[in-house]
């Protein structure tokens, strides 16, 4: 059974951090790109980063760069989001989820390329 394990949301103050975890199960982790999505209240889900495991490219959306990092550690299966410098903005559940790309990097766009979701987990940055 395949399943995405997201964790490590919270509430926090502007300007502080925070380190999210995908711990993956089910499929052959090193094959597969990983990708956080988040979405807000009342808003469409949006792409936040990606990493494709059998390559090692990430990728970031474009109001993401700077203040995410995506680290993957295969040895524990898991994908983290590293979050620095927070915002109200960044408020939202972050969804993780897994794709097939091959050798070929990752991308976001809506997660329509991406089979498996995980539950996801709250973030609530406060001002």
């Known amino acids: 059974e395949v399943q995405l394990q997201a964790s490590g949301g919270g509430l926090v103050q502007t300007g502080g951090s925070l380190t999210l975890s995908c711990v993956a199960s089910?499929?052959?982790?090193?094959?597969?790109?990983i990708g956080w999505f988040r979405q807000a209240p009342g808003k469409g889900r949006e792409g936040v980063s990606c990493?494709?495991?059998?390559?090692?490219?990430?990728f970031y959306g474009d109001t993401m760069k700077g203040r995410f990092t995506i680290p993957s550690d295969s040895a524990k299966n898991a994908v983290y989001l590293q979050v620095d410098s927070l915002k109200p903005e960044d408020t939202g559940v972050y969804y993780c989820?897994?794709?097939?790309?091959?050798?070929?990097?990752?991308?976001?766009?809506?997660?329509?390329?991406?089979?498996?979701w995980g539950q996801g987990t709250q973030v609530t940055v406060s001002s």
């Open positions: 989820a897994a794709a097939l790309f091959g050798g070929d990097g990752c991308s976001l766009g809506h997660g329509d390329d991406y089979d498996f």
């Open positions: 089910g499929f052959t982790f090193d094959d597969y790109a």
């Open positions: 990493i494709n495991n059998s390559d090692g490219t990430t």
